[in-house]
């Protein structure tokens, strides 16, 4: 009901709604229709009323929550079913379990704090509030080597989100690392459940460092991470940024079913850092040093060491 609700403002465009209007479009009374909005009060939403007009929202709130996010999506599939929890230990075990009992493709987790965050490379990761912790069910038709190059998509839906939303200039870091004058702000962990060559489900999931201040930060990364709002200067809007993403996900994710990763490589090389540079690469079996040359259609980076070797690098800390 909610969401019938929040969409009708959503078409209203920042115009009133008349009461009748909303009676109508829910199929419920008009008294109904006003607890409703007391409701959506109770949850942060500043909402105008006046006689003869209708309502109007004039501000969503600040708070991440599954219908802020809602109102003003402008995707078809991404992010339709929200499931919002406050503090949970991880997004992923959650879409994993909801990718499980048969959760449409687009179903997204968000959590205003993780207390047990997984990074990559079986690390944890560090999720105060006030940062964006989510994670997103796909269910996409392709090969399972495939599977990999959905992070980097992913990477570029983040940086065209923030390009959208601030105005930072975000850099890629093979394969999924987003930085910010030289600073990581973005982690990605993409995950994928399968059986034989039939993919079940990838969980991709998605780490943003958002209005958190330095302090927040455990000491052994203050160093090398940092937030929109460091960067910024000012508060960013959660809500934004994750519409945003939703939007340009969906539009790269069509794309890449219809057109195969190619489009998705330049945009993706368009944006990256370490291509073309002398790059240490720790992966789990060693340490390789060499020269960043490319990545491979399936997102594999290159790197060509000192003797003039081609290396494949599929998993890797990468350091310019
Ligand atoms: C990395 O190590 O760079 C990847 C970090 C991915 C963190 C995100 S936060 C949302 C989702 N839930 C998790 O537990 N991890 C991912």
């Given at each position: 009901m909610r969401k019938v609700l929040l969409e009708a403002f959503h078409q209203a465009n920042g115009g009133f709604v008349s009461g009748q209007n909303l009676a109508e479009i829910m199929?419920?009374?008009?008294?109904?229709?006003?607890?409703?909005?007391?409701e959506l009060r109770k949850d942060g939403y500043e909402i105008e009323a006046i006689?003869?007009?209708?309502?109007?929202?004039?501000?969503s709130p600040?708070?991440?929550?599954?219908?802020?996010?809602?109102?003003?999506?402008?995707?078809?599939?991404?992010?339709?079913h929200i499931s919002y929890h406050e503090s949970l230990p991880s997004t992923q075990k959650i879409a994993h379990k909801l990718a499980d009992s048969g959760a449409e493709e687009g179903t997204l987790v968000i959590a205003d704090e993780q207390t047990e965050g997984k990074g990559r490379l079986l690390r944890t990761w560090h999720s105060a509030k006030?940062?964006?912790?989510?994670?997103?069910?796909?269910?996409?038709k392709i090969p399972?080597?495939?599977?990999?190059?959905?992070?980097?998509?992913?990477?570029?839906?983040?940086?065209?989100?923030?390009?959208?939303?601030?105005?930072?200039?975000?850099?890629?870091?093979?394969?999924?690392?987003?930085?910010i004058n030289g600073k990581k702000v973005?982690?990605?962990?993409?995950e994928m459940q399968a059986e034989a060559d039939r993919i079940h489900s990838v969980i991709i999931g998605i780490g943003i460092n958002v209005n958190q201040g330095l302090e927040d930060f455990?000491?052994?990364?203050?160093?090398?991470?940092?937030?929109?709002s460091i960067e910024e200067g000012q508060p960013i809007s959660r809500t934004s940024i994750i519409q945003s993403f939703l939007k340009h996900f969906e539009i790269l994710y069509n794309l890449f079913l219809k057109e195969g990763f190619k489009p998705i490589?330049?945009?993706?090389?368009?944006?990256?850092?370490?291509?073309?540079?002398?790059?240490?690469?720790?992966?789990?079996?060693?340490?390789?040093?060499?020269?960043?040359?490319?990545?491979?259609?399936?997102?594999?980076?290159?790197?060509?060491?000192d003797e003039g070797e081609i290396h494949n690098i599929y998993s890797a800390d990468i350091e310019i």
């Open positions: 199929g419920c009374s008009r008294t109904a229709v006003w607890k409703h909005i007391e006689r003869k007009k209708g309502y109007r929202i004039n501000k600040g708070k991440l929550s599954g219908n802020s996010i809602l109102l003003g999506l402008e995707t078809k599939m991404m992010g339709k006030t940062g964006i912790w989510m994670s997103l069910v796909l269910r996409p399972m080597h495939q599977a990999p190059q959905l992070t980097l998509l992913a990477a570029v839906a983040i940086v065209q989100a923030i390009e959208d939303t601030t105005s930072l200039l975000p850099a890629i870091k093979w394969p999924n690392d987003i930085l973005t982690g990605i962990l993409t455990p000491d052994e990364i203050k160093e090398t991470a940092t937030s929109l490589k330049l945009l993706w090389e368009s944006y990256a850092v370490s291509l073309g540079k002398e790059i240490k690469a720790s992966t789990l079996t060693g340490v390789l040093y060499g020269k960043a040359i490319g990545i491979t259609e399936d997102g594999v980076l290159l790197l060509k060491d």
